[in-house]
């Protein structure tokens, strides 16, 4: 269970589940009839609910894969020494069958039940995530942004599980996770340097220092801002979701934006970092609580 991060694994789900949510109740989707007449027992929401796990199952597997990659740098890091194969609780291939399972049987789901570009998107953030950002974390802060594109991939799968297309409002959804991982993953960078550091992980506060980091994270916010009502721009949600989003994201570039006054010591700015990283937590669920609620109330 460890082994598959579960926090990062349940906050995807939801991400997932609620783009799986929308695509349902968009007029678009090829569902819409089914969904209206049967409700629950609609073939639209077996498709969703499959996209829903075989999206968990990928990100439960990278994870897992990610963690056996980095088992040997796991133990040089506080927020890591205590996983499952960096204390040597689990055998190294143990773990390795645990996450090939978990990425095979993803790919199973998603191929039985949902369709061919979901199951394609699935594989594409699985090697993503695993093999192209995790090797890259050691060499150049830009994995940050690298990491991000897999990282994005649940609202999209779930959208495309249930659509089968690549369209605006699933690519609008992605935008939205792929702009909020930056700051709330610079926050991160932040308040455990010294644990990147020792690790030999290239973040931007150990190349480019925490001013630099603190800036990114502003910017990245700001951007957020517009990102963020790209569901009401497009036509998706309407003016609650919208009202909420502009409202959510301004508070949350207020939080960045405390980031650049002078503090009394390290502890101070560490404070502040975790405090950011706490408000990006709550950001993300209160923004997929706004879309979900502006679909059945408008």
Known sequence: WTLTKPEVTRMCALTAAGAAWMALRSSDNPYAAETMADGWCSPG???????????????????????????????????????????????????????????????????????????????????????????????????????????????LLGWTAVTGELDPGGLALFAILFVWQMPHFLAITLFRRADFARAGIRCVPVVRGELVTRLQAIAWSVVLVPISLLPTVIGLTGWLYGAVALLLSLGFLASACTGLRSFASPADATRWARGFFFASLVY???????????VLVL
């Open 45 to 155: 929401f077996a498709v969703a609910f499959a996209g829903v796990l075989g999206a968990s199952l990928a990100v439960a597997g990278a994870s897992a894969l990610n963690m056996w990659l980095e088992r040997a740098k796991d133990p040089l890091m506080a927020r890591t020494r205590a996983r499952p194969l960096a204390m040597r609780r689990l055998a190294p291939g143990t773990g390795l069958i645990v996450a090939a399972g978990l990425c095979a049987l993803a790919l199973v789901v998603l191929a039985l039940f949902t369709n061919p570009l979901t199951t394609l998107l699935a594989a594409w953030a699985i090697v993503g995530y695993a093999l192209v950002y995790t090797p890259l974390k050691y060499r150049t802060p830009l994995a940050l942004v690298i990491g991000a594109v897999p990282g994005a991939a649940p609202p």
């Open 284 to 294: 993300l669920p209160a923004l997929i609580a706004a879309l979900v609620v502006d």
